[in-house]
């Protein structure tokens, strides 16, 4: 498995972070565990469980990721487990939510409450696989609503994947906002390098193609 080399502990990015999201904009995430780089083969396992009905893999790939996010750096460990929420519309199209699978198994674990329900999608964002990096940041500032006080909890967003952060670090502002002392973000891959808007077409053939074909299409 594609490793990230070096990761910093506050972004997630190798190290040295040629340009670190905190320098874009406002950062509320005080850790980011993201162990593997978004590549083949943990892309197509990623693309599987999000769209292929590959629910199973959930389980598998939180279990690869379980002992990085189990270490807590330097900081107590958290207290309650968060996944990134879909909008209704999107979970009842997709029948699950990638990332309460993978959290599902985590909190089972580590012995750390899960709480699906804190948060919930309060707007129908536009996919962010399809947008830059400062569009993402604007398409989910106020995507999330939290529904409970968090006063001194520390907790731990989960997430498939996390590519320019802006997911993870909207949700983290509005668990902050609720009181939360502290907050990380645990997901299985994080995207190294920027990646450009991509075609829905092109999106659909991503999605479908086999570990070797994404392979030969890498530049």
């Not at 905190?22 to 978004?38: K, L, M, N, S």
């Not at 893999?57 to 939180?62: E, I, N, S």
């Not at 997430?159 to 502002?173: K, M, P, Q």
Request: charged share 25%; aromatic share 4%.
């Amino acid at each position: 498995m594609p490793s990230v080399a070096m990761p910093c502990s506050t972004c997630g990015l190798p190290r040295p972070v040629g340009r670190c999201p905190r320098e874009v904009v406002a950062w509320h995430v005080d850790r980011v565990v993201a162990p593997f780089e978004y590549a083949p083969p943990i892309d197509a396992f990623l693309q599987a469980l999000k769209f292929g009905k590959s629910r199973m893999l959930g389980r598998a790939l939180a279990l690869l990721v379980a002992p990085a996010v189990a270490t807590g750096g330097d900081a107590p460990g958290a207290e309650l487990l968060v996944p990134v929420p879909l909008h209704r519309r999107r979970l009842l199209a997709r029948g699950y939510n990638q990332a309460t699978e993978i959290a599902r198994t985590l909190s089972a674990v580590l012995r750390a409450p899960l709480g699906p329900a804190v948060v919930r999608r309060a707007e129908a964002a536009a996919p962010q696989s399809r947008l830059r990096a400062r569009e993402r940041a604007a398409n989910v500032e106020h995507a999330f609503k939290v529904d409970a006080n968090l006063t001194g909890v520390r907790v731990a967003i989960v997430d498939d994947v996390i590519t320019t952060g802006a997911t993870v670090n909207a949700l983290a502002a509005e668990l902050k906002r609720a009181g939360a002392v502290r907050v990380e973000a645990w997901a299985i891959a994080r995207t190294v390098r920027t990646l450009r808007p991509i075609s829905h077409e092109e999106s659909e053939v991503r999605r479908t193609a086999s570990p070797a074909e994404r392979s030969a299409r890498r530049p």
